[in-house]
């Protein structure tokens, strides 16, 4: 079964990997990826100086998902930036994720991360946990702003982390920006923001930081993953590769993700709760499952979603 795949022009010897944030902050994490069946590496969202995150817990998991407020711990981009060429030796793309506390340090930090040549750069517009601080992708002008300055400064491919959008309007409101400021890759969708657990037990939230909220993950938000993929692909006529992230935790709900338009997938719930074994069972699940639909590859069935 061929699951190779082809983003931005880039080939990825696979259609699995880890999705930003999760087991990608630490040199060891990233080299773990390196070994493990994953078809790439994403780093964790990159700031200029390094950072402790939010108070613990910031995680926490339950049957349909997962609810974080991490607050973008990471080493600093200059640690990534010199970590990258290291990383490139295990033969599979490496891509870096880059935030930022203002629209300077996006500029800052892709300006000395694309020397480094990672293959794919993530610009990340939808972190929902730093107190205080919108999430970018919510504001169309301001995405286009920082975009039109990321862009300049990279000599490497250019993709979006999106947050998820509710309404049509809004993804409609995306294109021109992701257009004009040549965008050339999506990643959909990042956690959704600002949702809430309850422990009726102790009668508490589950996290400490900002009271309890924060972005959710996992099998819960999955309609709302394929949703915003198979909007966007829509939208741009299947031009635009799109990387599917959002409540995998089966092959079949890889497959879900390929039929609605996406050219790979990402794991984040799944990959903190099961570890990096969970690629090779993914692997499996999705080969079965393309073998058992007559699929003989990843591009065979991509955006194939038939409407009623
Ligand atoms: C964090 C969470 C996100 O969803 C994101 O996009 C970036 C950072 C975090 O809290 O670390």
């Known amino acids: 079964m061929n699951l190779s795949t082809t983003i931005a022009g880039v080939q990825f010897p696979g259609c699995i990997m880890n999705a930003a944030g999760a087991r990608c902050v ?6 773990a990826l390196g070994r493990s069946r994953a078809c790439a590496i ?11 995150g939010n108070p613990e817990p910031r995680y926490y998991g339950f049957p349909s998902g997962s609810i974080n407020s991490m607050g973008l711990p990471n080493l600093g981009y200059r640690a990534y930036a010199k970590l990258i060429p290291e990383l490139k030796r295990f033969g599979k793309p490496v891509i870096a994720s880059v935030a930022g506390l203002c629209e300077a340090d996006f500029i800052s930090i892709a300006t000395v991360i694309n020397e480094s040549q990672p293959d794919l750069v ?10 205080g601080k919108p999430q970018i992708g919510y504001d169309a002008e301001a995405s286009e702003r920082l975009l039109a300055r990321v862009r300049k400064v990279l000599t490497v491919p250019m993709g979006v982390k999106l947050p998820p959008y509710f309404d049509p309007v809004h993804q409609e409101q995306m294109v021109p920006v992701l257009e004009r400021t040549g965008v050339q890759f999506l990643s959909l969708i990042n956690s959704v923001g600002n949702g809430l657990v309850v422990d009726p037990v102790s009668e508490t939230v589950v996290i400490k930081p900002k009271g309890g909220f924060g972005g959710l993950g996992g099998p819960l938000i999955k309609p709302v993953a394929l949703a915003n993929v198979r909007a966007f692909w829509k939208l741009f006529g299947g031009r635009l590769p799109i990387i599917g992230t959002g409540g995998v935790v089966t092959g079949t709900d890889i497959f879900e993700h390929l039929l609605c338009g996406a050219s790979a997938v990402q794991i984040g719930t799944v990959l903190v709760d099961e570890g990096l074994a969970a690629f090779d069972r993914l692997e499996q699940e999705l080969a079965a499952v393309l073998e058992a639909k007559g699929y003989g590859s990843v591009e065979a069935c991509r955006g194939k979603l038939k409407e009623l």
Do not use: D, F, H, W
């Not at 994403?42 to 402790?52: A, F, G, H, I, Y």
């Not at 993530?122 to 107190?131: A, D, G, K, Y």
């Open 26 to 31: 630490t040199q060891a994490e990233l080299e």
């Open 122 to 131: 993530e610009v990340n517009l939808s972190c929902p946990n730093i107190p």
């Open 42 to 52: 994403v780093t964790k969202s990159m700031t200029l100086e390094p950072r402790q």
